[in-house]
T-cell receptor, first 113, second 112 residues
Framework: NAGVTQTPKFQVLKTGQSMTLQCAQDMNHNSMYWYRQDPGMGLRLIYYSASEGTTDKGEVPNGYNVSRLNKREFSLRLESAAPSQTSVYFC????????????FGPGTRLLVL | SQQGEEDPQALSIQEGENATMNCSYKTSINNLQWYRQNSGRGLVHLILIRSNEREKHSGRLRVTLDTSKKSSSLLITASRAADTASYFCATVPLYGAQKLVFGQGTRLTINP
């Protein structure tokens, strides 16, 4: 039981390049989330998916797109990376409406030059 | 903008001492949660307190919630070196989607 897994662990991009961050959970959770964490800051919500087939914007969605591929997988895409997107990205999942704890992946560290 | 503010931003104490961290938030909440983040790792859930609760315990952790002041505190008793980490409070708004809104965290260092 791996919990929440994220790939890659670390990535360097040049400005304007695109990439997709992958996230998968094996806990049969309904809801999944993408956050970014900048140095010395808490996490800010980028996008979330309350259930399979739905996605919604969070606090900082600009420059990102998401896909809830199936119940297990939730990907985050940067179409044209910018230096301001240098951050650590965390994926999380939550079981259901009455299960309020979120379970986090180990993070993807992204550097945009 | 982030919901919560945490105080202090950094705390350094000796092993065995108690550590107290505070969190303030702005809007009405359904519940408040505390998470720990070890350096370079993801967040781990510690404890959840609902808006109708005032105090909750889990092992060496004690959380209080004062909804009239929109504030919470996390007390770690008899601290250990392994407690060194960043601690974040996160709130779930009373209305709307089940989303966590994080504070900026307290970096706790336990000196042996």
């Amino acid at each position: 039981n791996a919990g929440v897994t994220q790939t890659p662990k670390f990535q360097v991009l040049k400005t304007g390049q695109s990439m997709t961050l992958q996230c998968a959970q094996d806990m049969n959770h309904n809801s999944m989330y993408w956050y970014r964490q900048d140095p010395g800051m808490g996490l800010r919500l980028i996008y979330y998916s309350a259930s399979e087939g739905t996605t919604d914007k969070g606090e900082v969605p600009n420059g990102y797109n998401v896909s809830r591929l199936n119940k297990r997988e939730f990907s985050l895409r940067l179409e044209s990376a910018a230096p301001s997107q240098t951050s650590v990205y965390f994926c999380a999942s939550r079981g259901g409406w009455y299960q309020e704890t979120q379970y986090f992946g180990p993070g993807t560290r992204l550097l945009v030059l | 903008s982030q919901q919560g503010e945490e105080d202090p931003q950094a705390l350094s104490i000796q092993e065995g001492e108690n550590a107290t961290m505070n969190c303030s938030y702005k809007t009405s909440i359904n519940n408040l949660q505390w998470y720990r983040q070890n350096s370079g790792r993801g967040l781990v859930h510690l404890i959840l307190i609902r808006s109708n609760e005032r105090e909750k315990h889990s092992g060496r952790l004690r959380v209080t919630l004062d909804t009239s002041k929109k504030s919470s505190s996390l007390l770690i008793t008899a601290s250990r070196a392994a407690d060194t980490a960043s601690y974040f409070c996160a709130t779930v708004p009373l209305y709307g989607a089940q989303k966590l809104v994080f504070g900026q965290g307290t970096r706790l260092t336990i000196n042996p």
